[in-house]
């Protein structure tokens, strides 16, 4: 058991000291030559990776900047997952958490680390929606519509999809940016803005699974007071087909019997 304790001791003081040399001292039995590459090794591959991630943050960030960000997400977080493809959300958990402000942080930095971050979760994230319950060419006014559970609709107060080294915005827009990230049958991740009405109908249907395409935009003609409900639903219907045929609706939903 105490050998087990000892153990324990030294794997923390080494973890410690590569997380944060600056403050953590190196074990006192590894030479400091030894102790550098795996330092080194640790860092790099971790800046890659996150690099990687999140590649137009990296362009905007000045090195020394982007270096001393990934140092703090190594003294300050502790991550819960040893998976790779998983660690640039426990980044953007310590952006949204843990993050203290410093004053080369841009105003959007949060916003566009999580629109770099959906990127990656579309991509491998996985359907579940049991395509055998789902008619591909269902009628999607009188029918339920199923949105892809792949098919993310989502509302930021800067243009993120624009931001890159000739546009850094200083200030958030006077009205929301809705975008949508969607992966295709080819397995592509594609990004488009939308506009409220876009943004309203994703967010009814998935909010109430079992209305027909009929209710939700019937819905929305309601809220915004439209005087002619037909235009709206014939734009609605337009609107639905396209939105399948870029995959974001898989169809509409089978009434299957057991």
């Excluded at 009205?175 to 943004?199: C, G, S, W």
């Excluded at 209710?215 to 005087?227: D, M, V």
Aim: proline share 7%; charged share 30%; no cysteine.
């Amino acid at each position: 058991m105490a050998e087990q304790q000892e153990l324990a001791r030294r794997q923390l003081e080494f973890a410690a000291h590569i997380r944060d040399p600056a403050h953590r001292p190196r074990p006192a039995d590894v030479e400091e030559r030894r102790m550098a590459i795996y330092r080194d090794l640790f860092f790099n591959n971790l800046e890659s990776l996150l690099a990687g991630n999140f590649p137009v943050m990296r362009k905007l960030l000045a090195n020394d900047h982007w270096h001393a960000l990934i140092r703090d997400f190594l003294v300050r977080h502790r991550a819960q997952t040893p998976y790779f493809p998983e660690i640039a959300q426990e980044f953007l958990d310590y952006l949204q958490n843990e993050r203290v402000a410093q004053p080369w942080d841009p105003p959007f930095m949060l916003e566009l680390a999580h629109y770099e971050w959906v990127e990656l979760a579309v991509s491998i994230g996985e359907e579940d929606a049991d395509p055998r319950d789902t008619d591909p060419n269902g009628d999607l006014m009188a029918g339920t519509p199923v949105v892809s559970s792949l098919a993310w609709n989502l509302s930021y107060r800067f243009p993120v999809h624009r931001i890159g080294p000739e546009f850094q915005p200083e200030g958030s827009e006077d009205e929301p940016t809705h975008l949508l990230v969607y992966r295709t049958r080819r397995e592509d991740v594609e990004f488009m803005q939308i506009n409220a009405v876009t943004q309203r109908l994703l967010q009814l249907l998935k909010q109430n699974p079992d209305w027909t395409g009929l209710e939700a935009l019937t819905r929305i003609a309601e809220e915004i007071q439209h005087p002619n409900l037909r235009l709206v639903l014939d734009a609605g219907r337009r609107l639905l087909d396209d939105l399948r045929e870029r995959n974001v609706i898989l169809g509409a939903r089978l009434n299957r019997e057991f």
